[in-house]
T-cell receptor, first 118, second 112 residues
Framework: AQTVTQSQPEMSVQEAETVTLSCTYD???????LFWYKQPPSRQMILVIR??????QNATENRFSVNFQKAAKSFSLKISDSQLGDAAMYFC???????????????FGQGTILTVHP | EAGVTQFPSHSVIEKGQTVTLRCDPI?????LYWYRRVMGKEIKFLLH????????ESGMPNNRFLAERTGGTYSTLKVQPAELEDSGVYFC??????????FGPGTRLTVT
């Protein structure tokens, strides 16, 4: 079974600074997807960024980028130029390849609470 | 386009009572999932529908939980009878093949 570990229960960053959230995972599959979701205090879970395991290039979405190290099974999220609105719980998640037995099912890490200081 | 919606947003019930949670997925999404987050713990998968069929219900905790998806549209998750350990936030999510999974706002269930 797949597992996802977020070792940082809480992180904080100053506005406009950069912060990196860590995530490691364990799987025997070679083809899969990794995601970072953000859950602000309003509770709606929002997709931040997605990475396909077969792609070597790290995904980037505006101020959000990932450092995907497949061999090390590491998937960290970097937030640049942090904004007050980035304050939220961040979840790292794994999804097996489409068509596999776990198709579509997400396995989540424990979450990291990010605080942004003005 | 409307996102995933859930009703109610919050439910407080007594132990032994029944509660039914509803989820309306994004229109056209065949895949519908239920997840649960118990206080302080990670989000756990409960089950997965493909249209009206249960694809995977390996995460359902016990037979007090019953999920249905009538006509492949909205889904309900019934807890009967509720126990204290059922308290948590229940998330619904939907996706279409090969694309990202979108979540609803969740239903916070409190069993007293």
């Amino acid at each position: 079974a797949q597992t996802v570990t977020q070792s940082q229960p809480e992180m904080s960053v100053q506005e406009a600074e950069t912060v990196t959230l860590s995530c490691t995972y364990d799987t025997s599959e070679s083809d899969y997807y990794l995601f970072w979701y953000k859950q602000p205090p309003s509770r709606q879970m929002i997709l931040v960024i997605r990475q396909e395991a077969y792609k070597q290039q790290n995904a980037t979405e505006n101020r959000f980028s990932v450092n995907f190290q497949k061999a090390a099974k590491s998937f960290s999220l970097k937030i640049s130029d942090s904004q007050l609105g980035d304050a939220a719980m961040y979840f790292c998640a794994y999804r097996g390849r489409d068509g596999g037995t776990s198709y579509g099912k997400l396995t989540f890490g424990q979450g990291t609470i990010l605080t942004v200081h003005p | 386009e409307a996102g995933v919606t859930q009703f109610p947003s919050h439910s407080v019930i007594e132990k032994g009572q029944t509660v039914t949670l509803r989820c309306d997925p994004i229109s056209g999404h065949d895949n519908l999932y239920w997840y649960r987050r118990v206080m302080g713990k990670e989000i756990k998968f409960l089950l997965h529908f493909v249209k009206e069929s249960k694809q995977d219900e390996s995460g359902m905790p016990n037979n007090r939980f019953l999920a249905e998806r009538t006509g492949g549209t909205y889904s309900t998750l019934k807890v009967q009878p509720a126990e204290l350990e059922d308290s948590g936030v229940y998330f619904c999510a939907s996706s279409q093949a090969g694309l990202a999974t979108y979540f609803g706002p969740g239903t916070r269930l409190t069993v007293t």
